[in-house]
């Protein structure tokens, strides 16, 4: 709505010039451009009384105001970076100009976007993270800035990066490390940052052992510690399959890791094949008694 | 003109003369199942063997249970309450929610004093009918028949402390007030590592597998569109209940999706749709599916029995059943739900069928079950 007013204020004032066009003069001296939230001030020419109009984005200033001097603005008139248009109308001219409003040079806020939030440790570039640098009135601050990363786990170096901002963005890319656990993934620029939590989960399990013992009637079956090819303990809640393969039968049980490890009884059959796997990774098989 | 009041006067004397009929000449099942008043005055006497066993159905069809009891020729080897729960389920189940669809009755052998018949009850769900074959000795006792119920008693758990290991994933999703920066919970990274289409009965069928490799429980659903040699979509389905939505981390669904009246030869390539969404969830219970085997004949079946190894009543038990040939292909995936509740440390059987053709073929099979209980909401 406000954006449509802005619009509709503005073609009416270039359609106003347009009929006076012919009294225009370039009596006002306006900034070449202005930093968003400064004080600044606009020098006019002439007499008597008239209306300041400035039309940018997002915002409308009107202003009763003394020709032949000079026009103040308090900091924070102007806020959205943009180009704006400035007619003065007197009694007898209209004075047009433009001038432009840029970001502040002090980045004071960093949107950091980080993905995923969580992957597998040993990953290739598999985080990304992209910074937006604002300042206070949430401008793009598109001058080059420095933008650092940096991704420190539970254990090892930290990783760490520089990169110059490219219209207020930068990014990079990052490994995930060997071990799992929350990383702390912060981007900073100047004395601003924002940091993020990378979640480093254990990857496919890697050698998956089980072992079997007689309880009562039945078998009781029981993993190893599931680990993952770096060494990491794969989480519990993570699904083993026991599947028991007999003459005429089978019996399968899903069975969450729990302290590590997955337990469960089964029907104790003389023959009997039972194997062992989690997803796509099998483990050992076992031949339990004799046919 | 004439000619439709004539036709409003022969409808209305028509409709007239259904309902004199109807009130006076009752169908007697279509109006227990109805449920008109008590209806016990609208059956018929128990005087043959097939006429005894119609009236029980129709009680129990009406959920009549005292009535249904009281007409048994062997009450006095349980309880009114046994027999309800027999019928009806214990615990609350696929059974206990479930109404008499339709009944027949198949007399078997009869002589001057006793009789055996067959009776099929077809109970209707919101998972679909099941079915209840109970052969029934029926006896004469004056000029009287009554029915032998072949009681099932549904196992009690003795009241007892089962120490459980509880796992569960609760879930933080982001706020409103959150930056727009912030990032929300990663969704769960699952994987098809198995699929190919088969053209079947008129129409198109895809079978696959999909894999949860992250390790949080997903909830997982895979939508199939076919598409034309011209890059169109021919049609777009999903797998509905045919797969297992609540996958743990590394755990693997079958999952089936049928087109209808869509032909192979049109398909030019299949665009698989998996999506998943991090969901709070238990790793209990635990099921063991035992004595799995393949039934052949007409109706060739997996077969086996569901063991709840937790110490949770489990209300709805869903069972997946994945068959694969010789080759380890996968040929065909079928479930079947079990209708009563899952008592701990208690078998319960199920059946899931499969067609004859694809039956032959079968070398290897995988059950997986998915389970639902009501206390978990609580």
Known sequence: MKSRLTLLLSGLIWVASAQFAVTQTDDLRLPRSVEAGVAFSIQTTGSGNAILYIVGPGQVLRRDVQLGGAISFAPGDLHNAGHYLVTVAGASAIENGAFDVTAAHQPTTLSFIAKPSRLPVDSRDGISGVAFVFDAFQNLVLQPLQVSFQLSGVAGTPQERTVLTHNGVAWTKMDSASKEGAAQFEARAGSIADTRVIQQVPGDPCSLRMSARPSGQRLALETEPVRDCRGNAVPDGTIVTFTETYSGGEATVDVPLKRGVARTEMPAYNGATISVATGVVLGNEIHWGKE | ?378
Do not use: C
């Open chain 2, 1 to 378: 003109m004439i000619s439709g009041r004539l036709l409003a006067f022969a409808l209305s004397v028509a409709t007239v003369t259904l309902i004199v009929v109807g009130t006076l000449w009752p169908v007697q099942s279509a109006l227990a199942m109805a449920g008109a008043g008590s209806g016990a005055d609208l059956l018929r006497p128990s005087s043959s063997p097939q006429a005894a066993v119609e009236n029980l159905a129709d009680e129990i069809a009406r959920r009549d249970w005292d009535t249904a009891y009281s007409n048994l020729a062997n009450k006095n080897e349980f309880t009114e309450t046994d027999f309800v729960r027999d019928l009806a389920g214990g615990y609350p189940s696929l059974r206990s929610h479930a109404s008499l669809d339709s009944f027949d009755v198949r007399p078997q052998h009869a002589s001057t004093n006793d009789a055996e018949v067959r009776l099929n009850l077809r109970w209707s769900t919101v998972v679909g009918t099941f079915l209840d074959t109970r052969n029934l000795q029926v006896t004469k006792s004056g000029d009287r028949w009554g029915v032998v119920w072949p009681i099932v008693k549904e196992p009690r758990v003795p009241p007892q402390v089962i120490p459980v290991n509880y796992l569960r994933w609760d879930v933080i999703y982001r706020g409103a007030e959150d930056d727009w920066g912030a990032q929300d919970v990663e969704s769960p990274h699952v994987r098809i590592v198995d699929m190919h289409p088969v053209d079947r009965g008129g129409g198109v069928v895809i079978l696959g597998e999909l894999l949860n490799e992250d390790v949080v429980p997903a909830f997982v659903t895979v939508k199939a569109t076919l598409l034309a040699k011209d890059g169109s979509a021919i049609a777009t389905e999903d797998s509905f209940d045919k797969i297992s939505h609540i996958l743990l981390p590394r755990q693997v669904t079958p999952f089936l999706i049928e087109f209808h009246n869509v032909t192979l030869s049109r398909v030019d390539s299949v665009r698989m749709q998996p999506s998943s969404t991090l969901i709070a969830a238990s790793a209990d219970p635990v099921i063991e599916i035992e004595d799995q085997h393949m039934n052949s004949g007409p109706q060739p079946s997996l077969s086996g029995k569901l063991l709840n190894q937790s110490g949770q009543v489990v209300n709805v038990a869903h069972v997946l059943g994945t068959f694969y040939d010789n080759s380890g292909q996968l040929i065909w995936v079928s479930d079947g739900y079990v209708e009563r509740a899952l008592l701990p440390e208690t078998p319960v059987s199920f059946t899931v069928s499969l067609p004859p053709d694809i039956a032959s073929k079968v070398k290897t099979e995988r059950a997986v079950t998915t389970t639902y209980s009501s206390s978990r909401f609580q």
